[in-house]
């Protein structure tokens, strides 16, 4: 897709994700003006990738070809280029990478990086570069000796939450890291550089070593994220001199230097196209939902996701806080639900005939604060918090084992919400004047399921349209990294962007019902974690 050609500058953002690498190019007022993507599986089936992945025979590890990314590169930088794309107007550029998956550089692929031939490929230039051909990636679950390991070594899981953000997750790189050291000693002994998927994509266009950013390294277990730099009790417990091969975490803001000179003889980009530090793809997206402080953004899924911008951070054992990748002096936070769409479903058939007009009509019926019942539905084992089954209570906090049927529906979105506030505060979200509630996913088109958000969190919603935002935000980055050093704030960089729909506002009494009911609801949900599992 293009538009058409004029000659101001553009900004391009990149996202390396699971499945697919997108490309969005912008231009100053932030129109999009080229989109295109490449994928995995169907457009390079020599991978043998499904979702854009390898699952192993164990069932726990899961890993993704290197060279892969590296072909898709070539393959969509090609498909700008037949659809005359003019490379020459790009002045910055960024991007994001699948968070938490960790790419292993072989001895000597520094210089190859330096001395790439603009007559070949990319891929085939760096066919000998990478020590460990298939990178481990975010839907790995192999690592949790590692993650006791870790643990152990630093004084337990809350002290690890409060020095990197998190306990330890078997997804996060410092665990996958320490297993490759293990199990593949030569590859490891092989290797002079670990990059992020965001820090490798970076290094392709830099010709050089990119620096890991300050939010996609909070994903690693390794990173203190008050001091912003590698915790050395952390780094101890993963490998001995790992900071070297690591290298020095940089500000996600920075300027990391110009494309090499592969891209402008290549493709035609100019010499003076700055590369602005890759980051992770939620910190990406918190970018592209231009998120602000005191927002919070709920994505209404199959699982839940809460984004959170947050000024003093409060790890917790459940959800994580990165250090924020468009304000250097914030932070922001990630809460997963996995009972979300589909429990709202199991409800409508259970309890609105299957239909979403009478499941909306049971929220309009039924007052706020749903008489005093409360609902915890996890058909599922709940990571936030961690409990599973169907917990139902009366105005007196007596157990009850059914609700009528339109009572039963308030229940559940009041509890899903009342929920997600709960674990938002804990983390350090506080609700602010000006606070905005942005909502995207399927349930985000449901006009009485945002008037409960509102209530609950009473704060006004708008939604917003979440399918390109980690492409989107380093687009954004971009434009924003070269201007930062003046000092230009994010939010002044990105003002012409268009503002998401206001969809609901809250009811003049919802702070008054919501507030005493969301400290009976933290009571309820310790009572329901203390009941044994079936």
Not at 250 to 262: E, H, I
Not at 263 to 277: K, P
Not at 354 to 363: C, M, N, P, T
Not at 425 to 433: H, M, T
Request: glycine letters at 8%; hydrophobic letters at 40%.
């Amino acid at each position: 897709m293009m538009a058409a050609a004029q000659d101001g500058p553009l900004y391009l953002g990149f996202d390396f994700s699971t499945q697919q690498l997108k490309v969005v190019a912008v231009d100053g007022n932030l129109s999009v003006v080229h989109q295109d993507n490449v994928q995995f599986d169907s457009e390079l089936p020599e991978f043998r990738t499904l979702g854009g992945v390898h699952i192993h025979a164990d069932k726990l590890t899961v890993t993704s070809p290197v060279l892969m990314w590296v072909k898709a590169l070539d393959l969509l930088l090609d498909k700008m280029k037949k659809a005359g794309f003019d490379f020459s107007r790009v002045i910055g550029l960024s991007g994001s990478g699948q968070q938490h998956g960790s790419v292993y550089w072989r001895r000597g692929a520094s210089e190859t990086l330096k001395q790439l031939d603009p007559n070949l490929d990319l891929h085939h230039l760096l066919r000998d570069s990478f020590s460990v051909a298939d990178a481990p990636v975010w839907m790995d679950s192999s690592t949790g000796h590692q993650c006791q390991d870790l643990q152990a070594s630093v004084g337990g899981p809350r002290r690890l939450s409060e020095i990197t953000g998190s306990r330890a997750y078997e997804r996060f790189t410092g665990n996958q890291i320490a297993k490759v050291r293990h199990t593949q000693p030569e590859s490891y002994q092989n290797t002079e550089r670990i990059s992020l998927v965001s820090s490798f994509a970076a290094s392709l266009f830099l010709g050089d070593y990119a620096a890991i950013d300050f939010s996609d390294g909070s994903g690693m277990n390794l990173l203190d994220i008050r001091s912003r730099t590698w915790s050395e009790v952390c780094l101890d417990a993963v490998a001995p001199q790992l900071d070297r091969l690591l290298g020095a975490p940089l500000p996600s803001t920075s300027v990391l230097g110009g494309v090499s000179s592969y891209w402008v003889q290549r493709f035609g980009f100019s010499e003076r196209c700055g590369v602005v530090a890759f980051t992770g793809d939620n910190p990406a997206s918190l970018a592209g939902m231009r998120l602000q402080d005191g927002d919070i953004a709920v994505s209404l899924g199959t699982s839940d996701t809460v984004f959170l911008w947050i000024q003093e951070p409060r790890p917790a054992l459940e959800g994580h806080v990165f250090c924020n990748p468009v304000d250097w002096q914030a932070y922001m936070a990630l809460l997963c639900f996995k009972n979300g769409s589909l429990t709202r479903e199991r409800i409508r058939n259970r309890s609105a005939g299957g239909s979403w007009d009478r499941f909306s009509a049971a929220l309009r019926e039924t007052p706020l604060g749903n008489g005093g019942n409360i609902g915890f539905f996890f058909d599922t084992m709940e990571i936030t918090p961690p409990a599973v089954g169907v917990h139902l209570f009366d105005s007196g906090d007596k157990q009850v084992s059914s609700l009528s049927p339109q009572v039963e529906v308030r229940a559940l979105v009041e509890g899903q919400f009342l929920s997600r506030r709960l674990h938002a505060e804990r983390l350090g979200y506080s609700i602010i004047p000006g606070t905005r509630v942005l909502a995207t996913g399927g349930a985000s088109s449901n006009k009485e399921i945002l008037q409960v958000l509102s209530d609950v969190f009473n704060a006004p919603v708008y939604t917003i349209d979440l399918s390109n935002s980690a492409c989107l935000g380093s687009a954004y980055r971009a434009l924003h990294g070269l201007a930062a050093e003046s000092g230009l704030s994010f939010f002044d960089a990105v003002k012409k962007a268009s503002d998401p729909q206001l969809a609901a506002t809250p009811h003049p009494t919802a702070q008054e019902v919501y507030g005493p009911m969301l400290k009976r609801y933290a009571l309820l949900e310790e009572r329901v974690l203390q009941e044994p599992r079936l």
